[in-house]
C-alpha cells in the first residue's frame, strides 16, 4: 500500500525557515520522481517543486530560496525552505505517480506570520 506522509510544518515568522519531510512506503522509493505541491486557501495546487532521477524543477516563486532533495536510503524527501513570506502560507502535499496512479499525503500546514 503506498503511503506518504508529510511532517514539518507550522507557524514561522517571514523570513524564517522550515523543512519539511515526506516518508514514503509500499513502492521502490529510488524509481520515482518525487514532488512537494502547496495549495493556499481559496487558491489552486500549485507545483513547489520536482525531483527525479536526471532534473529538479521549481515553482517560479519558490526558485532561490527553496530547496528539494531527497535520501533514498531513507525513503524520504525533503523541501527547505528559507526565507518565507506570508504568501508561502500554505498546506504542502508530497506527490508521486506510481505506476500510473496520483498518489498524495495528508498534507502539513504551514503559516508563515509576525
Known amino acids: 500500500q503506498v503511503q506518504l506522509m508529510e511532517s514539518g510544518g507550522g507557524l514561522v515568522q517571514p523570513g524564517g525557515s522550515l523543512r519539511l519531510s515526506c516518508v514514503a512506503s509500499?513502492?521502490?522509493?529510488?524509481?520515482?520522481?518525487m514532488s512537494w505541491y502547496r495549495q493556499a486557501p481559496g487558491k489552486e495546487r500549485e507545483l513547489v517543486a520536482r525531483?527525479?532521477?536526471?532534473?529538479?524543477n521549481y515553482g517560479d516563486s519558490m526558485r532561490g530560496r527553496f530547496t528539494i532533495s531527497r535520501d533514498n536510503a531513507r525513503n524520504t524527501v525533503y523541501l527547505q525552505m528559507n526565507s518565507l513570506k506570508p504568501e508561502d502560507t500554505a498546506v504542502y502535499y508530497c506527490?508521486?505517480?506510481?505506476?500510473?496512479?496520483?498518489?498524495w499525503g495528508s498534507g502539513t500546514l504551514v503559516t508563515v506570520s509576525s
Open positions: 509500499g513502492f521502490t522509493f529510488s524509481r520515482y520522481a
Open positions: 506527490h508521486a505517480v506510481v505506476d500510473g496512479m496520483l498518489r
Open positions: 525531483m527525479s532521477s536526471v532534473a529538479t
